[in-house]
């Protein structure tokens, strides 16, 4: 059964400490992403990556770092130095080449910072 | 500079009539338009989209109607189930360099019995 696994689905972390999200596909997709979702504001890419070993960077890139290593794997981490980290994070991945790709998302994984 | 724009942030429409949702967009080089579902504490879920060179597509209970001239798309849903009821997101690509979707903010639909 094919699909976005992310993890976990609820995250606590302390000011001031980094966190790890994980997002793991078994679609065969060459492009992953990274959005996020706050109130009423839709929702924003953070990083993408549209093949193994690349990614670039999104609308609101600062505060976070991804790493692309293997082709089912796109980790996101969340810095210290994003100011607003509490969120809704959503992971996504289409088959890449194309305008007409749509994305299939995770089920996300809601950070708080305290 | 929100180039995806859903200027409703919620609608209810009675079960079995017509549920309109709408989208402006302020970016010419947008080719592509997508509607996404998305319910409480899950992923958005891909519902139908559009090319540019169409201004009409169907699929179901779902049409998606597009006027470039306007910049404005709208998805239409006949008839209203309590199923709908949900948050839905327009987005739109461009089909030039990185082809990276833009959402709109969404719009919250309630389906009354």
């Known amino acids: 059964d094919g699909g976005i696994t992310q993890s976990p689905k609820y995250l606590f972390r302390k000011e001031g400490q980094n966190v790890t999200l994980s997002c793991e596909q078994n679609?065969?997709?060459?492009?992953m992403y990274w959005y996020r979702q706050d109130p009423g504001q839709g929702l924003r890419l953070i990083y993408y990556?549209?093949?193994?070993?690349?990614?670039q960077k999104g609308d609101i890139a600062e505060g976070y770092s991804v790493s692309r290593e293997k082709k089912e794997s796109f980790p996101l981490t969340v810095t210290s130095a994003q100011k607003n980290p509490t969120a809704f994070y959503l992971c996504?991945?289409?088959?890449?080449?194309?305008?007409?790709?749509?994305?299939?998302f995770g089920n996300g994984t809601r950070l708080t910072v305290t | 500079d929100q180039q995806v724009k859903q200027n409703s942030p919620s609608l209810s429409v009675q079960e079995g009539r017509i549920s309109i949702l709408n989208c402006d967009y302020t970016?010419?080089?947008?080719?592509?338009f997508l509607w996404y579902k998305k319910y409480p504490a899950e992923g958005p879920t891909f519902l139908i989209s559009?090319?540019?060179?169409?201004d009409k597509n169907e699929d179901g209970r779902f049409t998606v109607f597009l006027n470039k001239s306007a910049k404005h798309l709208s998805l239409h849903i006949v008839p209203s189930q309590p199923g709908d009821s949900a948050v839905y997101f327009c987005?739109?690509?461009?089909?030039?360099?990185?082809?990276?979707?833009?959402f709109g903010t969404g719009t919250r639909l309630t389906i009354i019995p």
């Open positions: 996504a991945s289409s088959i890449g080449a194309g305008a007409e790709s749509p994305l299939h």
């Open positions: 679609l065969n997709h060459d492009a």
């Open positions: 990556s549209q093949i193994v070993n690349d990614f």
């Open positions: 970016n010419s080089m947008f080719d592509y």
């Open positions: 559009i090319s540019s060179i169409k």
């Open positions: 987005a739109a690509r461009s089909n030039f360099g990185n082809e990276k979707l833009t």
